[in-house]
């Protein structure tokens, strides 16, 4: 028996808040969620079936087909040099396509051509019949004209130089790298893009926008809710009055006069989200501090000379961090939904970046055909990570309460 509360007693307030945590399923599967909306924010277009920028690889014969469509398709080499990219940059950012994407319906070789019928899109196809050079596939071909003779090709490239291929050679290269069969499994846009990995693309703004406006809103939150609720007095009131202005404006419509006044853009959301979202954490913060500066060890701190900078933020803000980390994680949320609707409004995030916010509006009237899955999933998506947020933050907050009593395992 003493060996069990020996073990209880050792653990620390955080071991203790985690196995609480842990026995949360419904926080434990918005926490799951958020894990795997952070890896496909990290590894972005090493992971998404369209690898390009913003996944805006458009293909207009495609547009708007359902879920598990499947086409062949055709990669020509575009006639121009190559684009140097760097690692990191392709990681994060995406490759823009070095070749032109061909749907096509059939195809077939005659010598040194494919031959090849267009995809028009309709279930019965009457595409238009195209003879395309191989080495024009297969390579970024100079304006020198390509000589055939004895089953060869010679020819000058952009990237290259001087090519001496056989036929067979640029035969074998086209089937096996350049004509593929690719799989919509959640379909395509208006615009003929692949909608899973726009949808994954946007996964990057929604987190991006929690996680800076999270960072501004608690770096003004703590500072002003510290300052009135330590000093009191004449600070208290400037900042008790400059929360109650911000507090009576509607948000959204701070959000958006914010974003005029900053411009449209994907950098100007955060900030202006950010802006607008600290008024909970300083009224919590300053509501603890309050509390805390009649604590012993807060006088013990002025007795022994220290500065009310170290009091504050070396002694005392780290006892209000469990409500604030509460609220980051309900804020965190809120966050999400208002760039939603801010893209969705058309003040967000621009074209061609890929938002759910934007994804909707681009489909909103799809809703009442056969395709509303266009305007649901992304729908789905932000319900999701809403979701994923405020189960999080609500266990968290049961793991900090100090009143919840149970009985831990012994180790």
Not at 51 to 80: C, H, R, W
Not at 108 to 122: A, C, R
Request: hydrophobic share 45%.
């Amino acid at each position: 028996m003493s060996k069990k509360k020996k073990n209880i007693g050792s653990k620390s307030l955080s071991a203790i808040a985690w196995h609480r945590l842990k026995k949360n399923k419904l926080s434990m599967f918005g926490l799951f969620i958020i894990l795997c909306s952070l890896i496909i924010t990290v590894f972005g277009p090493a992971i998404r079936p369209d690898g390009t920028p913003k996944a805006n690889d458009q293909i207009l014969e495609i547009t708007t087909k359902k879920p598990g469509f499947s086409v062949d398709l055709l990669y020509k080499k575009k006639d121009k040099k190559a684009l140097e990219t760097s690692f990191w940059k392709g990681f994060t950012e995406g490759i823009e396509n070095d070749f032109t994407t061909i749907p096509i319906y059939d195809y077939s070789f005659e010598g040194h051509n494919l031959v090849i019928e267009k995809y028009t899109g309709g279930e019965v196809n009457d595409g238009q019949i195209e003879k395309i050079n191989l080495a024009r596939i297969v390579y970024a071909i100079d304006h020198n004209e390509i000589v055939v003779k004895d089953g060869y090709l010679d020819f000058y490239t952009l990237n290259e130089g001087k090519k001496h291929l056989s036929i067979d050679e640029l035969t074998n290269e086209v089937k096996e790298n350049h004509i593929v069969s690719k799989k919509y499994y959640l379909g395509t846009d208006k615009y003929g893009r692949d909608l899973l990995s726009r949808l994954m693309a946007g996964t990057w703004i929604s987190l991006s926008v929690g996680f800076i406006s999270v960072f501004i809103s608690l770096f003004i939150g703590i500072t002003l809710g510290a300052m009135a609720g330590y000093f009191r007095g004449w600070v208290d009131d400037v900042v008790m009055w400059f929360i109650n202005v911000v507090w009576s404006i509607p948000t959204l419509l701070l959000v958006i006069a914010i974003t005029m006044a900053l411009g449209k853009g994907t950098t100007q959301v955060f900030i202006a989200v950010g802006l607008t979202m600290w008024v909970e954490v300083a009224r919590v913060v300053r509501g603890q501090m309050l509390s805390l500066r009649e604590k012993e060890f807060v006088e013990a701190g002025r007795a022994l000379g220290f500065t009310n900078a170290r009091i504050i933020f070396k002694h005392m803000i780290p006892n209000v961090l469990g409500p604030v980390i509460v609220i980051s994680a309900i804020n965190f949320a809120a966050a999400i939904l208002i760039e939603a609707g801010l893209s969705f409004l058309g003040i967000g995030a621009q074209p061609p970046q890929a938002t759910w916010g934007k994804i909707i509006a681009e489909h909103k009237g799809y809703l009442i055909t056969g395709k509303a899955y266009l305007a649901v999933l992304p729908g789905v998506a932000i319900i999701f990570m809403v979701l994923a947020f405020v189960l999080v933050g609500n266990g968290i907050r049961d793991a900090l309460d100090s009143k919840t009593v149970e009985e831990l395992p012994s180790v």
